[in-house]
T-cell receptor
């Protein structure tokens, strides 16, 4: 069982470019999340989805968008990347929407130059 | 505001015991999680406390006092593989998960 798969694992991107981070889960979890992790800070929620077809904004949504067309996939798009979006991005899922145990992908390290 | 406080870094010796503290101030409380994160890897679930007291799971135990806004993670018989960051996270009254910055634990032989 793969759990959660993220792609790419690492990417260097020029400022102003568009980028989509992919996330796929095979656990049939309803809820999915995108976090960013920066040195010295806790994980910060960017966007979430409690079920297919619905999405919501987290703590730091500006500059990011998501979609949830089906249960398994939850891509994160940076429409026009900026250097402050340099971070490690984690996709996560949970069985229920009220924040049960989270299962994380391996992360995507993004550098915006 | 909402805040989770953990020590930034701790050092312990292989075979010893270490206690990692977490204090929180959140709008309400619906549970507290501990996650382990090895360098360059994803966080993985360790424990969940919603009632006061100690939850033991092998070499790891987690304690919660809701009245004090306090939790700790106790690691016994430390092994080199326990070198990792330990993340404390609280579920508030809106079922939002508030994360601490994590405690980096360094194990020395």
């Amino acid at each position: 069982i793969a759990g959660i798969t993220q792609a790419p694992t690492s990417q260097i991107l020029a400022a102003g470019r568009r980028m989509t981070l992919r996330c796929t889960q095979d656990m049939r979890h309803n809820a999915m999340y995108w976090y960013r992790q920066d040195l010295g800070l806790g994980l910060r929620l960017i966007h979430y989805s409690n079920t297919a077809g619905t999405t919501g904004k987290g703590e730091v949504p500006d500059g990011y968008s998501v979609s949830r067309a089906n249960t398994d996939d939850f891509p994160l798009t940076l429409a026009s990347a900026v250097p402050s979006q340099t971070s490690v991005y984690f996709c996560a899922s949970s069985a229920g929407e009220n924040t049960g145990e989270l299962f994380f992908g391996e992360g995507s390290r993004l550098t915006v130059l | 505001g909402q805040n989770i406080d953990q020590p930034t870094e701790m050092t312990a010796t292989e075979g010893a015991i270490v206690q990692i503290n977490c204090t929180y101030q959140t709008s309400g409380f619906n549970g507290l999680f501990w996650y382990q994160q090895h360098a360059g890897e994803a966080p993985t679930f360790l424990s969940y406390n919603v009632l006061d007291g100690l939850e033991e799971k092998g070499r790891f135990s987690s304690f919660l006092s809701r009245s004090k806004g306090y939790s700790y993670l106790l690691l016994k018989e430390l092994q080199m593989k326990d070198s990792a960051s330990y993340l404390c996270a609280v579920v508030n009254s809106n079922y939002q998960l508030i994360w601490g910055a994590g405690t980096k634990l360094i194990i020395k032989p």
